[in-house]
């Protein structure tokens, strides 16, 4: 029995150091000075205006990034539809060939895989439509442009003995465009042109 009331008490005599201790460093901080009490305060108030500012603008920087990384994306895709666009005009063009025995001449035009021509030479074994809806505009919504190989003004960069040409002057809408010099003749230099051709 002693020895329990012995431990009781040790154990109450350290529970009371352990209180003052406590409430010693408690005082201490509450009227500390200097950087930790700065620090504390700072912590309190939240950010400065400085601060704010900062995270403002590497969230602005942040949100640049990617509007700039979907752009190029978007560019890509548009890019990569109307190549496609002017393949199955192509193939569509071959059908017609077979059944009228001539490509469309200039005059013509992509029209005529729509509806029969009118205009001089007409097919009389056209056997249209020859496309699923009537030739649009491209991605950039400019018209897509096709040359028969019988034009005045075909492109010098065309190779030669190809029966037409189909192309699109790409998201400037421009004639040659893209970051090379002309040649004079509507298309830039070879691989300074943003045209997207069906002989490339």
């Known amino acids: 029995m002693k020895k329990t009331i012995t431990e009781f008490m040790i154990n109450e005599t350290f529970n009371k150091k352990i209180r ?14 200097g950087p930790f009490r700065e620090c504390f305060k700072k912590q309190a108030e939240g950010f400065t205006y400085v601060e704010t500012v900062a995270v403002i603008a590497i969230g602005a920087v ?13 560019s890509v895709a548009k890019k990569t539809a109307a190549k496609t666009q002017i393949e199955q005009y192509g193939s569509a063009l071959q059908t017609y060939f077979l059944d009228c025995g001539r490509f469309p001449t200039t005059e013509q035009g992509l029209s005529a895989l729509w509806e029969k021509p009118v205009l001089y030479p007409v097919p009389e074994n056209w ?21 028969s190989a019988e034009s005045s003004i075909m492109p010098s960069e065309v190779p030669e003995n190809l029966p037409y040409v189909l192309f699109s002057y790409g998201p400037d809408g421009k004639e040659g465009g893209g970051a090379g010099k002309g040649s004079g003749t509507g298309f830039a230099e070879e691989g300074g042109s943003d045209d997207i051709c069906s002989w490339k």
Not at 20 to 33: D, E, I, L, M, T
Not at 137 to 147: F, I, M, R, S
């Open 20 to 33: 003052r201790f406590c409430y010693g460093v408690k005082n201490h901080w509450k009227n500390a000075g």
């Open 62 to 74: 942040l949100t640049a990034g990617s509007l700039f990384s979907a752009s190029k994306i978007i």
């Open 127 to 147: 056997d249209g439509p020859y496309l699923d809806r009537q030739p649009g505009n491209d991605p950039w919504g400019t018209d897509y442009k096709y040359l």
